[in-house]
């Protein structure tokens, strides 16, 4: 097992442009998580996903922010027309139950809007 | 809404000497508590972990955090520091019965000089 893969690890894209992230987290984990995280800061939640279903999203979540999880396994976070408030750190986590546990994160794909 | 505040944003500290990183919280219901760490470039890696049951806590690469409940307090510390620990570290809550979100703190900058 690899851990949680993310992709790319580095995107920097123009003011406007659509942008689409990937992760693969662990396979056997059935929640996956968002999170956003700006420099300097600690990360904030963006939405989690049990298996397919999106159970909830933050008010961070614009609407020019949606994420899918098709079957249950990888999930993208696409942006629509980015703003340069949008550079930041987009961290992938998942986890096997939602026991409360510590759940295991990817490296993260940062995107600077230019 | 659980909050996490970490009380100092850098922590410069000598190569073996002790180092504690402070960890406040506040929460109507009961929680977890997490410590993770993050190096440049790369995501976050658990650290250690409190869920129940005794309120001293042992993690990785030496550090141990003890939770104070009737100071709503996760304080981490390790008694002597390498240079190899000069990361960023954050401090998270989750709820019991939240789905397993974390809300983590501003994080605390290490730097340890030889």
């Known amino acids: 097992d690899t851990g949680v893969s993310q992709d790319p690890r580095h995107k920097i894209t123009k003011r406007g442009q659509n942008v689409t992230f990937r992760c693969d987290p662990i396979?056997?984990?059935?929640?996956l998580y968002w999170y956003r995280q700006t420099l300097g800061q600690g990360p904030e939640f963006l939405t989690y996903?049990?298996?397919?279903?999106?159970?909830?999203k933050s008010r961070l979540l614009s609407d020019r922010f949606s994420a899918e999880r098709p079957k249950g396994s990888f999930s993208t976070l696409e942006i629509q027309r980015t703003e340069q408030g949008d550079s930041a750190m987009y961290l992938c986590?998942?986890?096997?139950?939602?026991?409360?546990?510590?759940?295991?994160f990817g490296s993260g794909t940062r995107l600077t809007v230019v | 809404a659980q909050s996490v505040t970490q009380l100092d944003s850098q922590v410069p500290v000598f190569e073996e000497a002790p180092v504690e990183l402070r960890c406040n919280y506040s929460?109507?219901?009961?929680?977890?508590l997490f410590w993770y760490v993050q190096y440049p470039n790369q995501g976050l890696q658990l650290l250690l972990k409190y869920l129940s049951g005794s309120t001293l806590v042992k993690g990785i690469n030496g550090f141990e955090a003890e939770f104070n409940k009737s100071q709503t307090s996760f304080h981490l510390r390790k008694p002597s520091v390498h240079i190899s620990d000069t990361a960023e570290y954050f401090c998270a809550v989750s709820l019991k019965a939240a789905g397993n979100k974390l809300t983590f703190g501003g994080g605390t900058r290490v730097l340890v000089k030889p």
């Open positions: 929460s109507s219901v009961s929680v977890y």
């Open positions: 986590a998942s986890s096997l139950v939602a026991t409360g546990d510590g759940y295991t």
């Open positions: 396979s056997e984990h059935n929640r």
């Open positions: 996903f049990q298996n397919e279903a999106q159970l909830e």
